[in-house]
């Protein structure tokens, strides 16, 4: 099942992106402990987008708390997990479950929107600090990693998403909204020409057709 699940998100991604693209220094510098990659959340692919990063890239487990997991329950298999607002014994339990991993697979990488719900980048970063706290007390010796997304247009029918990590930390010290906001405006304002590609997505029609054998007839019509 979970390969199932995996080509669906690769091919979402194919579909709605021209291209997905890593800015910076690759691999990133991550340790080798359990890490909490938090994250803007402006994006519906946004989760798709962090798993291939972290999982289908970086070979690391990832998890994600969705809070309407009972309505894409098929996420599982790729590590999605229940954290409704209205069930503290299921979020409980998602928390439980997530320690689990951190010992058993010290690798998993937990992604963490900050913001909560999806909402558009016009918003700027959102950020819960007291979640933010919540989540530090409950894993101290994960290690912070801010992870910025932008969705871009380059010149093509389909939109580029690009990602970005700022410098890992080792502990929540309330920082962290700016460096996140700092790695996303970096992103937005100064994108290298050259990325890394993590995905290739589908072509334009630009790309893939040229007509330039028809020249001759249509110049008829420019007289």
């Known amino acids: 099942m979970r390969r199932v699940v995996e080509m669906m998100l690769r091919w979402s991604l194919r579909r709605s992106f021209r291209r997905v693209g890593w800015v910076g220094s690759w691999p990133p510098p991550l340790p080798d402990g359990p890490v909490i990659a938090y994250s803007n959340h402006h994006h519906f692919y946004d989760g798709h987008l962090t798993w291939l990063l972290c999982t289908e890239r970086l070979d690391r487990p990832s998890t994600l708390w969705m809070q309407d997991w009972d309505a ?72 912070w990693w801010p992870l910025a997304i932008h969705v871009t247009w380059r010149g ?45 997505g589908r072509r334009s029609a630009s790309e893939v057709w040229n007509f330039s054998f028809l020249a001759p007839f249509f110049e008829r019509y420019l007289q």
């Open 72 to 143: 894409f329950p098929f996420f599982a298999p790729v590590g999605v997990q229940p954290f409704p607002s209205d069930d503290p014994a299921r979020r409980a339990a998602t928390i439980r479950r997530t320690a689990r991993w951190f010992r058993e697979r010290p690798a998993t990488v937990l992604v963490y929107f900050p913001g909560g719900t999806l909402h558009p980048p016009e918003r700027g970063i959102a950020f819960s600090g007291a979640s933010t706290r919540r989540l530090a007390r409950l894993f101290p010796d994960a290690t």
């Open 156 to 200: 093509a029918s389909a939109p580029t998403a690009l990602l970005a990590g700022g410098r890992p930390h080792g502990e929540a010290d309330g920082s962290e909204p700016e460096r996140l906001r700092t790695v996303w405006e970096t992103l937005r304002t100064s994108v290298p020409d050259t990325t890394r590609t993590l995905l290739e």
